[in-house]
T-cell receptor
Framework: RKEVEQDPGPFNVPEGATVAFNCTYS??????FFWYRQDCRKEPKLLMS???SGNEDGRFTAQLNRASQYISLLIRDSKLSDSATYLC???????????FGTGTRLQVFP | NAGVTQTPKFRVLKTGQSMTLLCAQD?????MYWYRQDPGMGLRLIHY???????AKGEVPDGYNVSRLKKQNFLLGLESAAPSQTSVYFC???????????????FGPGTRLTVL
């Protein structure tokens, strides 16, 4: 089983739609969780960290479920500019390393 | 404030040739990382450094060496390039460890390397 697994998509949604991605992780010692965004042929950029109590940043909501070992990202009122690949990223506790998922591709159409 | 820069942006090598990729950051970050990204594989950590003069192996270190002689620079070397090293290489830096408070990793624009 991969350490971090994501549905590769693509998720094709119309503008204004709500879309959610899940990501599962295998190591129960995982401590820190992130969503990064990567545009085509560009570098990844931090979208948001994921906190135990869940957190929101504008149209984006991230949640963590430690019992089931998954994190989620909800995007409301999708914009064309949200089209990108969303990377689920996990840090194993006690290490200096991040484990990246292969990404979920989102395409928002007019 | 340039952030994280990488040179070169593109390179084509022949099998057996050597090269060095340079990563520079101007944010006074302690932590620096080298990743490779291949289709369907996600980013994989090659080597990383937790401070000037220190380096450590990541997930896929074979065939690569690194050096961190200055805090702002992190060099990735390929001594004898192989076609399996064709990839996009990203450098990243962060102020603290992934479990720390200021843990955002800032990435450079990438180097696209092809080994023939």
């Amino acid at each position: 089983r991969k350490e971090v697994e994501q549905d590769p998509g693509p998720f094709n949604v119309p503008e204004g739609a709500t879309v959610a991605f899940n990501c599962t992780y295998s190591n129960s010692a995982s401590q820190s969780f992130f969503w990064y965004r990567q545009d085509c042929r560009k570098e990844p950029k931090l979208l948001m960290s994921v906190y135990s109590s869940g957190n929101e940043d504008g149209r984006f909501t991230a949640q963590l479920n430690r019992a089931s070992q998954y994190i989620s990202l909800l995007i409301r009122d999708s914009k064309l500019s949200d089209s990108a690949t969303y990377l689920c990223v996990v840090n194993i506790g006690g290490t200096d390393k991040l484990i990246f998922g292969t990404g979920t591709r989102l395409q928002v159409f007019p | 404030n340039a952030g994280v820069t990488q040179t070169p942006k593109f390179r084509v090598l022949k099998t057996g040739q050597s090269m060095t990729l340079l990563c520079a950051q101007d944010m006074n970050h302690e932590y620096m990382y080298w990743y490779r990204q291949d289709p369907g594989m996600g980013l994989r950590l090659i080597h990383y450094s937790v401070g000037e003069g220190t380096t450590a192996k990541g997930e896929v270190p074979d065939g690569y060496n690194v050096s961190r002689l200055k805090k702002q620079n992190f060099l990735l070397g390929l001594e004898s390039a192989a076609p399996s090293q064709t990839s996009v290489y990203f450098c990243a830096s962060s102020y603290s460890a992934p479990s720390g408070v200021y843990n955002e990793q800032f990435f450079g624009p990438g180097t696209r390397l092809t080994v023939l």
